[in-house]
């Protein structure tokens, strides 16, 4: 080497540093590959993701062969850097090539290349794969003793190198994976997405028509009384009791409403008859449960129960639905907004609104983890029921009581404090 010329040298020091740059850019490259897409790749038949994958099987010895191949450059480059020096510039050309290499090595075998192959490892790692998988298996013998050793003393650390990485995405990464996505998935499917995972931290009572609210035919009432109900109702399924909505017998469907009104005239007989069996679930029953339950049941109204057997409210397919891709329905029986904006910001909020609606229409942060309704968690703060109209501040909202009717709190106003 020392009579070799020295364009002959520096043309295979330049060679030298593209190859410590070729296995420091494949290194960071295979090690950056998002794995959940390159499993989607691999199932397109795409080249390069099958080869990539072929490698990252055992990433130990992938890991050994880089860095066999970048350390046998770097040493041989470090050794022709040297006699260049010499020949250069005598003995100090030691210390010269020394710190010449560092810098040249840094830059641009190491930064650069590791830069680029971290921002795009799949233009980088697919292609590198073509050579670094010909030659996995040609220095395979090598590889295996390296790895041999080295996997002895990961086991010694008390690490287990054969070990299948954990891939499986977790709700939470599931989550920040959706919301991170960006441009790749639209705003209104990212929404839908989220909405679809939030089913399993609900249950139907955060989502029910409390039992208050319930519009049904109550068999105590008479023809005329059970007849207006009918005429007026929006919905398509009207629960059915008697004495006490904690005796809901059936449920009647308006496409029977021919068999069971003549006329001006109700047919109490057929009624009964026409009505379906009521169908009774928990009130803790989560929501991607209960969308099964429909699914299966084929059944899309539900009673929900407590514990002790006690009507709550109804619950209906279509408000589940509603949970996933926003408000579809409208109730034509509601006339008036239960939130509505006043003009110095503040908010006058019905008090039986339920909270998670509050929170997703305006996007606060109200406790749900006790009361539904936002009457029952002032009620809840204040540990008693107020004589008159109170204020109270919970968490960063203040809330001012402006209507109360017996026991329950009507009316509210309420803004975020700044």
Do not use: C
């Amino acid at each position: 080497m020392n009579d070799a010329p020295l364009g002959l040298l520096f043309s295979i020091l330049a060679l030298l540093v593209i190859l410590s740059a070729f296995f420091s850019s494949a290194e960071t490259a295979m090690m950056s590959l998002n794995r959940h897409k390159l499993k989607h790749l691999q199932k397109n038949k795409i080249g390069g993701a099958i080869r990539a994958g072929k490698l990252l099987d055992r990433p130990d010895r992938l890991i050994g062969l880089i860095l066999i191949g970048n350390n046998l450059v770097n040493i041989f480059a470090s050794a022709v850097a040297t006699v260049i020096s010499i020949r250069l510039w005598g003995d100090a050309g030691v210390y010269i090539a020394t710190g010449a290499l560092t810098v040249v090595i840094l830059v641009f075998a190491e930064v650069t290349p590791k830069t680029i192959a971290a921002l795009h490892p799949e233009r980088v790692a697919f292609p590198a794969s073509v050579i670094l998988l010909p030659l996995m298996t040609l220095m395979s013998p090598v590889v295996a003793m390296v790895n041999a050793v080295t996997n002895r003393l990961s086991r010694l650390l008390g690490f287990d190198p054969k070990k299948e990485a954990y891939e499986h995405v977790s709700a939470d990464e599931l989550r920040t994976i959706v919301t991170d996505a960006g441009k790749l998935i639209p705003a209104r499917h990212r929404e839908l997405l989220i909405n679809i995972m939030d089913l399993v931290q609900v249950s139907v009572d955060d989502i029910m028509v409390p039992r208050n609210e319930v519009y049904g035919i109550n068999l105590d009432n008479t023809d005329q009384e059970i007849l207006l109900k009918i005429q007026s109702t929006a919905h398509t399924r009207l629960p059915v009791w008697r004495d006490d909505i904690n005796n809901i017998i059936g449920v009647l469907h308006m496409r029977s409403i021919s068999r069971v009104v003549n006329g001006l005239t109700l047919d109490r007989i057929a009624l009964e008859r026409e009505m379906e069996k009521p169908y009774f679930v928990p009130e803790s029953t989560p929501l991607h449960t209960q969308l099964i339950n429909f699914q299966e049941m084929k059944k899309p109204l539900a009673v929900v129960v407590d514990e002790y057997g006690e009507v709550r409210g109804v619950v209906a397919l279509g408000d589940i639905l509603e949970e996933i891709v926003g408000d579809f329905t409208s109730n034509m029986a509601e006339t008036t907004e239960s939130i509505l904006l006043e003009r110095d910001g503040s908010y006058i909020i019905d008090g039986t609104e339920n909270i998670r609606d509050i929170n997703k229409t305006l996007g606060w942060a109200l406790p749900k983890d006790g009361p539904k309704t936002l009457s029952g968690l002032i009620l809840e703060y204040l540990e008693s029921f107020p004589a008159a109209p109170a204020g109270l501040t919970i968490g960063n909202y203040r809330l001012e009581i402006l209507e109360l009717e017996g026991n329950v709190v009507r009316s509210v106003r309420a803004q975020p404090l700044v």
